[in-house]
């Protein structure tokens, strides 16, 4: 079994950057998929950003194309993602989540998921 936990989250002024952090335990997951999902106040979850744990190869949903970047280091299992340039309308909670296979940009594809963080930018 595989635990997932956020860290990382907090209030921050539009513009500004923060770094939030999901470190896995319970079981190594180096030929695996990571993402980074967000749920913002009476919408659904959608999926931000994903990287293939071998490959590197990552994905962006457009809105955070050139802000948001995600990196992963296989020896800690962890997985990062940097925010930067801030809106309001990325406040929501980020959930981290892992993929044992399947399309990692589809959330049905996760098969485990963390607490989530709270993310909130203030205009």
């Known amino acids: 079994q595989v635990q997932l936990?956020?860290?990382g989250g907090g209030l921050v002024q539009a513009g500004g950057s923060l770094r939030l952090s999901c470190a896995a335990s319970g079981?190594?997951?180096g030929t695996y998929g990571m993402g980074w999902f967000r749920q913002a106040p009476?919408?659904?979850r959608e999926l931000v950003s994903a990287i293939r744990w071998l490959s590197g190869t990552?994905?962006?949903t457009d809105s955070v194309k050139g802000r948001f970047?995600?990196?992963r280091d296989n020896a800690k299992n962890t997985v990062d993602l940097y925010m930067n340039s801030l809106?309001?309308?990325d406040t929501g909670i980020y959930y981290c989540a892992q993929a044992e296979g399947g399309s990692l940009y589809s959330a049905s594809s996760y098969d485990y998921w963390g607490r989530g963080t709270q993310v909130t930018v203030s205009s």
Do not use: D, L, Q, W
Request: no cysteine.
């Open 42 to 44: 009476g919408k659904e």
């Open 87 to 89: 809106r309001p309308e």
């Open 58 to 60: 990552t994905y962006y």
């Open 5 to 7: 936990e956020e860290s």
């Open 69 to 71: 970047t995600i990196s």
């Open 27 to 29: 079981r190594s997951f």
